[in-house]
């Protein structure tokens, strides 16, 4: 029986269904509902963290492929809050922001949308990708690697407790906990029984390591690295003659280039291409091969034929990492609540006492209530001047329709009060963003 034919081009997709996304695991349509974690990667002070944080930037959006904002286009003028605002309808669940301090430090928040917490972290220093492929022997082009989000490799990212004096285990510190969940929402789940292995083509690596051996300091550091895989056992002729069988069989459009494929035309025998070194690389590798790297048996997914199913079993192939770059040292400063508008959770360098920490949020409530109580009278003075605008209107139009004349000094009027409301809502949200930058002074203040 025929399959109903289903209207694509005129007809919505209904968001309750759900589709298969490229890790494997069920993913609802509309993007509000998706479960598939979006990130933004913002520079805070486009104008004045300089050009070499602009690349670092752009390199790891690169990273961040695909779910992420690769065009995304900073004005100075845009404040945290504006990216807030636009993180809901579009699904993004992170925003990664690189900024510079005054004292030439160059930081990186990690927030958690739309209520926090926020992650601070000091840059210790860096390598763009162009500095990583001029330092490699044979660099990676990119190519189709970044279709599909990087397989996250973590480690040592709990720190070593003492037993009790009981002999139970010890209790890890809370923010290590916070610090493997923060790094683990920005990619998507993986399914092991679902998720094609041929899909996994970049690793982003994260080592945490004491800065010194038995210092309580940690750095995390960074890396990227492409995957790529050969067949152990085969020289390399044969896998020559492999791809360009596998290549052959594919329909290739005419004037596409076909890629590096054997030339026998000088040969009078295919022997002579097997086992003479000289006549097409020979069956000796070379010194970038990957014979000696991490050998792995991977199963290979059933083939579909036209009339059966043909089955393959498990595969020896050798696993190579190219670095891809940036490369980043972390140094995790401090934990905040919220949008990097809360109160600190921890920090790596000030110890408060119960005192402080009482006296801080007491501060910071008072603070609070100050502006909220500002924010209401502002709001009710521009209703108050919109309710006598409004009345004003009713009775010019109640003149005029008992026949009336009405001047035009009053309609002149009347613009000018619209035109100080506008002022009025105005000055309201400058005061907001003059209560972000003063947040913002004391987040510095603190570090």
């Known amino acids: 029986m025929a399959r109903r034919r289903t209207k694509k081009r005129t007809h919505l997709p209904d968001p309750n269904t759900s589709k298969q996304s490229s890790t494997g695991v069920s993913q609802p349509l509309n993007a509000s509902a998706s479960q598939i974690p979006k990130t933004m990667v913002i520079r805070i002070g486009a104008s004045e963290i300089g050009p070499s944080v602009s690349s670092l930037v752009r390199d790891v959006r690169l990273m961040m492929e695909p779910h992420t904002a690769s065009r995304l286009r900073e ?137 010194e051996e038995g210092s309580n300091e940690y750095v995390i550091d960074v890396r990227h690295y492409a995957i790529s895989t050969k067949s152990v056992g085969l020289s390399r002729p044969i896998r020559r003659i492999n791809a360009a069988e596998r290549r052959i069989h594919k329909n290739i459009k005419p004037g596409v280039k076909k890629g590096a494929l054997p030339n026998l035309g000088k040969l009078e025998d295919i022997a002579d291409y097997m086992l003479d070194p000289s006549a097409a690389a020979g069956g000796y590798t070379s010194e970038s091969e990957v014979e000696e790297d991490a050998q792995v048996e991977v199963l290979n997914p059933t083939l579909r034929g036209k009339k059966k199913k043909v089955l393959r079993g498990p595969e020896k192939k050798a696993i190579h990492l190219t670095e891809l770059g940036p490369r980043m040292t972390l140094e995790m400063m401090k934990i905040e609540e919220g949008m990097a508008d809360g109160k600190t959770l921890w920090h790596a360098y000030e110890k408060k006492t119960r005192a402080d920490e009482r006296e801080l949020e007491q501060r910071h409530a008072k603070k609070q209530a100050e502006k909220d109580k500002r924010r209401k009278e502002q709001a009710a003075n521009v209703a108050k001047k919109k309710e006598a605008l409004e ?57």
């Open 75 to 211: 004005r100075k003028s845009n404040r945290l809050k504006d990216y807030v605002t636009m993180a809901g309808p579009l699904g993004v669940t992170q925003l990664l922001l690189f900024s510079r301090s005054d004292t030439g430090h160059t930081n990186l928040r990690i927030a958690r949308c739309p209520r926090g917490p926020t992650i601070h972290f000091r840059i210790k220093d860096y390598s763009l990708c162009k500095d990583v492929r001029k330092a490699l022997r044979n660099p990676k082009s990119p190519g189709k690697e970044f279709s599909a989000p990087p397989l996250l490799v973590m480690n040592n990212f709990t720190t070593p407790v003492p037993k009790n004096p009981d002999g139970t285990p010890g209790k890890p510190p809370p923010q290590d906990a916070l610090l493997t969940s923060m790094f683990q929402s920005m990619f998507p789940p993986i399914s092991a029984q679902h998720t094609p292995i041929n899909s996994i083509k970049r690793i982003m690596l994260l080592n945490r390591h004491p800065v």
């Open 391 to 447: 009345a004003k209107k009713a009775a010019k139009k109640a003149r005029k329709a008992a026949g009336e004349e009405v001047e035009e000094s009053e309609e002149d009027e009347d613009e000018d009060e619209e035109m100080w409301d506008d002022e009025e809502l105005d000055e309201l949200h400058n005061r907001e963003s003059e209560d972000e930058g003063e947040d913002d002074e004391d987040e510095e203040m603190e570090d």
